[in-house]
């Protein structure tokens, strides 16, 4: 039997709800053979009080731009939500029951959007409340909705430092509108944690990052009520709120309850009888809580253009000018024509230029300070709002993040990544400084857009196509000024290269991109004068990469190539060219691949690029050396 609920539902029948919620998350776990029950039954009372009297959200409408937030940081725990959604009514029993952890459907065993009421993927722990950060940043800075951002944590993901950067940028952007809820259930999943039921040290530690502490008993629903209807009250010190609730894993089954050893174990289906048993017996209750206050712009933020849009930045060819400062420029310019665009940095703005855009919309600039996964993730939780975010800071210090890059992957958000001081370039600042890794890392991440460019009027071009790139995109830029070489409005698309030089009598072939380009060129200005005709190319697309021009080039070269890059060998550029080649099925290419194969220490950019082997006389060498052995 069904009962449909409106807003308002006593605590009666939420105890009722409570008691389905365990119940589903049993029986669609023991379905599938895996899972999460005891981990979801200790958060069922909090969540049963939150969707049935706190969380305002149209249930028929996941995309109205009004509705709360509800994130899972705890995603491991999605049978417990996935009981939600059958709760409010929007799942059915038979897809909980047979869609669960199955192929092909889109009950996955960590929440992602491919449901329409998730937000982000989580399920790797302590990603789920810094995204929230982004979407209560949306909320409060630029939508100025009332909307607000509820985040299920479990005690065991607080061992993560995301979680305290996490409170730390939410207290100081004053973040009234998101609540921490953290199910504190004692067990992670080979035992006690840390801190176990020590609900002081958690409040100690989460009163220091300047959040307002609650402490409840989470298995109490009228004190669950009473903080939740504190956590929405209006708070004057616009602090976020963190409700610590002290619960028990597997609460509602005595024969589990606060047992390790049950930890991401589905129940056998004697036991699951015995527990629900135990919990009354299935049930079909369908209760929905409040409606937002407002409605909302649910697919993007409001797009009304400025009376005189700034024109794109324009340099002088010849000129030197540093990729970073072009990116500075061309961000800012972008930030005039689309009001959807939003920056973040990490206390480098200065550096990456992205103070540009800081100093000309500072409404729409989030500084993110020394946090490099709170900036990703905050990035990732304006996406989800519809803005176009850009995040930047040293290429070298993106590798920090690189797990919530990779989440933003699989969460589908459009996040664009600009790393700045790439390479040896940079100089005397010496290996902690040099990015070297993160072409690689980026390439590796599913769907995502790599781009190095090799001047200002390349960057200020790519800056403008990432607006719109779907999924992760990532612009390389370089520490010092190099001749522009294209000249204003020149195209470059994604996907696509450059051939600077080219005859029907060309030798070789040279591959280049960011500072290594201009490198090639020396180098193919110097092979003339030995009677060596050199084709240049300019990989700025590094992925997707143009491999209809590199096999074009292997074609007329007789399969000589030289590729040069700032950047470790693995992974990079010349992957990519080779990677490219074997695609197409080049027939026994001849590669040199120079690239940074020691570990540097401090210099000039003239004199690292040269102990690397990645400079114009070193890629002159390689090619005649593949002429020669003709």
């Not at 000249?487 to 051939?499: L, M, R, T, Y």
């Amino acid at each position: 039997m069904t009962t449909i609920t409106s807003p308002g539902a006593t605590l009666d029948t939420v105890a009722q709800v409570a008691a389905q919620l365990r119940v589903d998350a049993i029986r669609s776990s023991t379905s599938a053979g895996s899972g999460h029950p005891t981990s979801s039954m200790s958060a069922a009372d909090l969540l049963a009080v939150l969707v049935a009297r706190h969380l305002r959200y149209d249930w028929d409408k996941p995309a109205d731009g009004a509705n709360d937030h509800l994130i899972f940081s705890k995603g491991h725990a999605s049978p417990l939500l996935y009981a939600v959604y059958k709760a409010v009514g929007v799942v059915t029993d038979e897809e909980l029951m047979h869609g669960y952890r199955r192929f092909g459907q889109r009950l996955q065993g960590h929440p992602t959007p491919v449901v329409p009421w998730v937000d982000v993927a989580t399920g790797s722990l302590g990603q789920g409340l810094p995204d929230g950060v982004g979407v209560a940043l949306a909320g409060k800075y630029l939508d100025k909705l009332p909307y607000r951002i509820w985040v299920l944590c479990g005690d065991s993901e607080l061992a993560e430092g995301s979680i305290w950067e996490a409170l730390d940028k939410a207290s100081y952007y004053r973040l009234s509108n998101l609540t921490a809820i953290v199910d504190v259930n004692r067990l992670g999943q080979r035992g006690e944690t840390a801190l176990g039921w020590n609900l002081g040290a958690y409040a100690a530690r989460a009163g220091a990052f300047g959040a307002r502490v609650l402490t409840v008993d989470g298995h109490d629903l009228t004190a669950i009520d009473q903080a939740l209807s504190a956590a929405t009250g209006t708070d004057a010190d616009g602090r976020p709120t963190v409700i610590l609730a002290k619960t028990v894993k597997g609460k509602g089954f005595s024969e589990v309850e606060d047992s390790p050893g049950w930890h991401g174990k589905p129940f056998p289906a004697d036991m699951a009888e015995r527990a629900i048993a135990e919990l009354g017996g299935p049930r079909h209750l369908t209760v929905r809580g409040p409606l937002p206050e407002t409605g909302g712009d649910a697919e993007r933020p409001p797009t009304t253009a400025p009376a005189s849009p700034a024109a794109a930045a324009r340099y002088e060819l010849g000129a030197n000018v540093a990729t970073r400062k072009a990116y500075g420029d061309a961000l800012a310019a972008l930030g005039a024509r689309d009001p959807r665009v939003v920056a973040l940095d990490g206390e480098v703005n200065n550096s990456t230029y992205a103070v540009e855009f800081a100093r000309a919309f500072p409404d729409r600039y989030f500084e993110m300070f020394i946090a490099e996964q709170q900036m990703v993730a905050a990035a990732t939780g304006l996406a989800v709002r519809g803005y176009r975010p850009y995040a930047s800071t040293f290429a070298a210090f993106l590798t920090r993040a690189y797990d919530f890059i990779r989440m933003g992957s699989v969460s589908g958000v459009g996040v664009r990544l600009v790393g700045s001081h790439a390479g040896l370039e940079i100089g005397a600042d010496g290996p902690s400084q040099m990015g070297l890794e993160d072409i690689a890392m980026i390439r590796a991440v599913h769907g995502s857009t790599v781009l190095y460019p090799a001047d200002a009027t390349s960057t200020v071009a790519l800056t403008n196509a990432m607006a719109t790139i779907p999924g992760i995109s990532y612009l390389r830029t370089t520490r010092g000024g190099y001749p522009v070489l294209y000249p204003g409005g020149e195209a470059f698309p994604i996907g696509g290269s450059k051939v600077l030089r080219a005859s029907d009598h060309d030798h070789v072939t040279l591959i280049g991109a960011g500072v290594t380009l201009h490198a090639c060129l020396a180098a193919a200005d110097d092979l003339a004068g030995l009677g060596i005709t050199a084709r240049v190319i300019d990989a700025y697309s590094v992925k997707p990469i143009d491999g209809a021009t590199l096999a074009a080039a292997a074609a007329a070269t007789g399969g000589r190539i030289v590729v040069a890059e700032d950047h470790h060998p693995e992974g990079g550029l010349g992957s990519a060219v080779i990677d490219s080649l074997v695609t197409d099925g080049i027939a026994n290419p001849r590669i040199a691949h120079l690239a940074v194969r020691d570990m540097p220490g401090s210099g000039s950019p003239e004199e690292l690029l040269a102990w690397a082997g990645i400079d114009a006389g070193h890629i002159a060498a390689a090619a005649r050396h593949l002429v020669a052995d003709e």
